[in-house]
């Protein structure tokens, strides 16, 4: 693929909290335009920085992040904001949207039916359960018409056939999806691509393919790292020895 297709570039980021929290160090990876990609990785290894790093919420303490020219970017969150649980649909949808003054309620109609959300525009957000309200967050997003969708635990209140209606939708569309999930069922569906960050070496490392052929990859990795490190020991032991007999110790 030429570079022209790459729609999000790290290059050599690090982001600190702090100098004892350090989160990203020297990061680099490519996300390619239109395509799946899961970001895996322990809890606290940074998967939401990375989120807040591409929508600029945070900056990186050093590298560059680069986004492709006129990319619109939107992102489903976990919870509706507590001062939004009183608007009506349309007024949240207005809210997302407040230049949008004409034919805001056909793009509304569009993006609920594409989350399977039926439901008037007059009904209030705090009546909505909690499936519904996971699915009103994606519409969020959808209705942004985003180039780069951000999902985070998108499973997270959803019953099965919420989990089914969802895998069909990202499975059909056709821009970039950037997914945080532990769902491996779920992610097998569609994931073409694993960015996995590690919470002890603050690296990612880039994995292409289907979500359990770059599982495999990531244990195969995982193998080489562990022979590799059994060898250092090994050799680091075998010249203690031989410093101990040269120093007439036994």
Known sequence: MSTEEVIIRFDNVTFKYSDKKVTLEEANFNVRKNSKITITGQNGAGKSTIFKLIISESKPTKGQIHIKLGSKIGIARQMIPHEDLDLTLLEFFQKTLPEKQYGIERDIKDVMSAVNLNLPTDKRVKELSGGQKARLLLAQALIQDPDILLLDEPTNNLDVTGIEHLTAFLQAYTKTVIVISHDATFLSAFTDGIL??????????????????????????????RLNNARIEKSIQQRFEKVNKLGGKS
């Open 196 to 225: 996995n960050l590690d919470i002890y070496t603050h690296k990612v490392d880039q994995f292409v393919g289907d979500y359990y052929d770059a599982l495999y990859q990531m244990e195969q990795q995982r193998e080489r790292e």
